[in-house]
């Protein structure tokens, strides 16, 4: 799809209005040439994965304290990081980040891989974390789309499709959209964008740096869009015998309990 949008006007927002956060590195030392750590990049995606930002924020801190490095949490107990974790939920991230930090220290000496493809062969990383790692700890050209990405992108274009069958749209959108030049922090723009300007609810178009590029709001939708598939509500049904019966024309069979 062809673009009017220029990466440049969301960077120019960024660099004036990036979220300040204890595992990012801002975009003036990012121009300087400092990197941020994949160790840090890794294990703040994987916290935030399910869980809001202002949640993670001091769970990262203490993880970090307790293990500076990947190699320390490699020689971790199980027990000792789903106790840290307690909280955070969705235990099954807790014992990945232990399975992935082994096999990153043994099987690449204790480095993250800087592609795609092989980042997201690993336990608990999948295709929003591995692009996520490899575009802004690696500055690769890697699409990362999440939750603030599909709103800010549906809104642009005035997507129509509901989610979650746009996704494959949003995703190819946002990837035409990805710059060479910065692909890290371009990332990292419109998931700002996305979390205090292009908000769900009320979102603050005056303040939006692509406000004149933004089709939902010149349609006056914006407040619409993205839209979402309705649910379909489970029918609730009383009786005293169901028959389930399979296409090979088995039946179920349950015994009711003596008491309930």
């Given amino acids: 799809m062809k673009s009017k949008v220029k990466p440049s006007i969301l960077l120019n927002w960024y660099d004036q209005n990036a979220r300040t956060m204890p595992w990012r590195i801002g975009p003036t030392d990012r121009m300087a040439g400092i990197l941020p ?6 294990l703040s995606e994987i916290m935030l994965q399910q869980t809001t930002v202002a949640t993670v924020k001091s769970y990262f801190i203490k993880f970090v304290k307790k293990w500076p490095t990947l190699e320390k949490l490699a020689q971790a107990d199980e027990n000792e990081i789903t106790g840290a974790w307690a909280g955070l939920g969705y235990y099954a991230r807790a014992r990945n980040l232990l399975r992935c ?31 996520a790692i490899a575009a802004i700890a690696y500055d690769k050209n890697e699409v990362v789309v999440d939750g603030n ?109 003596a008491k309930g």
């Fill in 101 to 131: 930090a082994k096999i990153v220290k043994s099987e690449y000496d204790g480095k993250f891989p800087t592609d795609y493809n092989t980042l997201i062969t690993l336990p608990g990383v999948g295709p929003y974390t591995a692009g």
């Fill in 149 to 257: 990405v599909e709103r800010v992108v549906s809104r642009l274009f005035n997507i129509q499709t509901p989610l979650p069958n746009s996704k494959g749209e949003i995703t190819e959108i946002a990837r035409s959209l990805t710059p060479k030049v910065r692909p890290g922090d371009y990332a990292q723009a419109v998931m700002d964008l996305g979390a205090t300007v292009c908000t769900p609810v009320a979102p603050k178009c005056l303040l939006c740096p692509l406000e004149q590029q933004c089709l939902a709001n010149k349609n006056g939708s914006a407040n619409l869009v993205p839209f979402k598939l309705k649910k379909k509500k489970k029918p609730t049904r009383k009786g005293f015998i169901y028959i389930v019966k399979r296409v090979d024309q088995a039946f179920l069979l349950e015994r009711r309990p």
């Fill in 37 to 42: 750590n994949p160790y840090h990049v890794w």
